[in-house]
């Protein structure tokens, strides 16, 4: 393995900060799970439809915009500043879909609330960056992550309950009230901070920074990876067990189950990760891991609610492993100047959930929906390529 490159930089480890990103990042993570399995089907209730990759398309069309500029706004009005309004915005958004339930103008409103709920995650991490050490990354983003999905793995219970007692506005009035403690508590813990002195990156600096930096690149392409089994994901598998007799009281029950992973693998991968073993040694396994799973949900068709629990539950261990690890190693090699390459990184969920939904969109014309399983197991065996090329970050073990 070889010595990590241009990684000399001055961070400064604050606790207290850590602490209330970490509490926001569990408040955000059960907000965002209440919706994020079931916007499918309110775009397909609204618009009459299953066709609705274009909604998702448009939304991610504009989140990718946004990332390439978000560190100019950052840095004219500072990451937390920038957080608060982000939340404001999700709060009117809400305010407004409880006023508008039903409504096709509830689908431009939904669309803004998957931009704004974007934002929010990349400024979010942002300002984590801010406030953490290369050396305990993978620790610190693994726990925020575990924290994270604390909140995941409760929602989809409590969306699906809500969907059959009150409908979408149960969802709506919940979030709205979530997101307005989430203010709350980052008004009074997430101050401004002394912003640092920064050049101005233009799109052109960019990417001459990008060509020298060939691990940037190839973890962003993992990353990218990552995020297209999550769209494809997210998506169509609410519509394909619905479409295949599950109930949402057994979806509920089976996304629970499948995002324990979240919780259990991923602080002990992260500290693995700092103390052991770099991260490249674990994505080939986690990788091979997502394909085999996929392979097995393509031939799913009639399978009962624990076989689909089952795969689900491996193809995350999987995700949960390159969730992390991505995450350890980019933030190992950036610091909290860097905003133009943090805003790049962010960019590969966009990039996923608008090229996805463009490619299950045409694949779904003229094959079952089934289909876009294995072409999660294509993306996923075609990620083993720059995880070989990937230049390994040396773990505590390794250095001393």
């Known amino acids: 393995m070889n010595k990590i490159n241009n990684l000399q930089h001055t961070e400064k480890l604050n606790h ?26 309110y775009f397909k209730n609204v618009l009459g439809s299953t066709n609705i990759g274009w909604t998702f398309l448009i939304a991610n069309i504009i989140i990718l915009i946004t990332l390439f500029n978000i560190h100019k706004f950052a840095r004219i009005v500072g990451k937390e500043t920038l957080f608060h309004l982000l939340i404001v915005c999700k709060i009117s958004l809400f305010i407004a879909l409880v006023l508008l339930f039903g409504h096709i103008s509830g689908t431009i409103l939904l669309i803004l609330y998957i931009v704004f709920e974007a934002l929010s995650w990349a400024i979010l991490k942002m300002i984590l960056e801010s406030h953490a050490t290369d050396s305990e990354s993978g620790r610190i983003y693994g726990f925020n992550l575990t924290v994270t ?43 401004q901070s002394p912003t640092t002195p920064q050049k101005q990156i233009n799109y052109t600096g960019l990417f001459g920074k990008l060509k020298k930096r060939p691990d940037i690149v190839q973890i962003f392409s993992i990353s990218f990876a990552l995020e297209f089994f999550f769209a494809i994901m997210v998506i169509y598998t609410p519509l394909y067990l619905i479409s295949n007799g599950f109930t949402w009281n057994e979806v509920g029950i089976i996304f629970a189950v499948m995002l324990i ?35 097995f949900l393509y031939f799913s068709g009639g399978a009962t609610v624990m076989t689909i629990m089952i795969i689900l539950f491996v193809s995350r261990i999987g995700a949960a492993f390159v969730g992390i690890l991505r995450l350890s190693y980019f933030y190992k090699r950036v610091d909290k100047t860097d905003t133009d390459m943090i805003a790049f990184f ?45 230049q390994d970050n040396k773990s505590q073990a390794e250095v001393s």
């Open 261 to 295: 992973p979240f919780i259990l693998i991923q602080y002990p991968v992260g500290l693995l990760a700092d103390k052991k073993l770099g991260e490249k040694e674990l994505l080939f396994f986690s990788f091979v891991l997502i394909a085999l799973s996929s392979v």
């Open 16 to 41: 207290k900060k850590i602490f209330f990103v970490d509490v926001i990042s569990l408040l955000m993570g059960f907000t965002g799970g209440l919706l994020v399995y079931t916007t499918s089907t």
């Open 346 to 390: 962010q960019t590969a969920r966009p990039f996923a959930f608008i090229i996805a939904p463009a490619i299950a969109g045409v694949l779904l014309v003229y094959f079952q929906m089934n289909t876009v399983f294995i072409l999660i197991t294509i993306v996923a065996l075609s990620a083993l390529y720059p995880v070989y090329k990937l």
């Open 149 to 191: 999905n604390i909140g995941l793995i409760l929602a989809p219970i409590a969306a699906t309950q809500l969907l059959g007692q009150s409908g979408f506005t149960g969802i709506f009035y919940l979030s709205l009230i979530l997101n307005i403690v989430i203010f709350i508590i980052a008004f009074f813990s997430l101050k």
